[in-house]
């Protein structure tokens, strides 16, 4: 918007009604959804039929999308990670956990840490909505916002990256971001929650090696869903 581009996005109708508000409020103007199409097939078909200079991100296919994380996100946490330790040798065993709504994000970082510490000292777990299940192709109607969508395409191109999948509840999902809120003071959305369920469950299983450090991620602010976790009062 600062540089003078305009934003369309196309949400599910489902998805947190503050999300739809904030991204109003910042200058974007919303695509209404299709009647039984998704958002992403509602907004393949608005562009196609646009008749103004547009540019598709086309996040769930973009390379760029993968790639950016790759370099960025992950090569921003290896960074801090060779800095606290003092060098990528006394970095301990990794464990990354993480949802897929592209996939970008936890495929991108996995990637990069992989690349830098060795495939045999990171483990990367994909945290799939209960009743989803990515390697089968199963998706149905789920509160997690932002995951779970659809298998990723991206997935595609490193099919043996991840190691395993963690399935989390909604209600899990609300409890790990209330506990991450009072333990920490991080008041993170609904998928960030299902993260940290789904790291705390590895952890407490002791699925695996105990000194293994764990990594997840906060994709965004709960405030976007106040409405949905009970806080809004």
């Known amino acids: 918007i600062r540089r003078g581009y305009k934003p369309y996005a196309c949400i599910e109708r489902s998805y947190s009604l503050s999300n739809k508000e904030i991204f109003c409020s910042l200058g974007g103007t919303l695509i209404e959804q299709l ?3 998704s958002a992403f097939e509602s907004i393949q078909e608005w562009f196609a039929d646009c008749d103004q200079k547009a540019i598709y991100l086309n996040q769930f296919n973009n390379i760029a999308n993968l790639e950016g994380h790759k370099n960025e996100t992950g090569g921003e946490i290896r960074r801090q990670l060779d800095e606290c330790y003092g060098s990528k040798v006394n970095v301990p065993n990794l464990c990354l956990v993480g949802g897929m709504g592209s996939g970008a994000s936890l495929l991108g970082i996995g990637l990069a840490l992989r690349e830098h510490y060795g495939n045999e000292r990171v483990k990367v777990f994909a945290v799939q909505p209960q009743g989803c299940d990515y390697e089968k192709g199963i998706f149905i109607a789920h509160k997690i916002q932002g ?3 659809t298998k990723p395409n991206f997935l595609k191109l490193f099919p043996k990256l991840i190691d395993g999948y963690l399935s989390v509840s909604y209600e899990q999902s609300i409890s790990a971001q209330h ?3 009072l333990k920490t003071g991080l008041f993170a959305g609904i998928s960030s929650g299902a993260n940290v369920a789904a790291a705390l469950h590895l952890h407490e299983q002791m699925l695996v090696d105990p000194q293994t450090l764990f990594l997840t991620l906060a994709y965004d ?11 809004s009062k």
Do not use: H, M, T
């Open 147 to 149: 995951i779970g969508l």
């Open 35 to 37: 009647p039984d199409k």
């Open 179 to 181: 506990w991450l809120l």
């Open 221 to 231: 602010s709960g405030i976007q869903y106040l409405e949905r976790v009970g806080l």
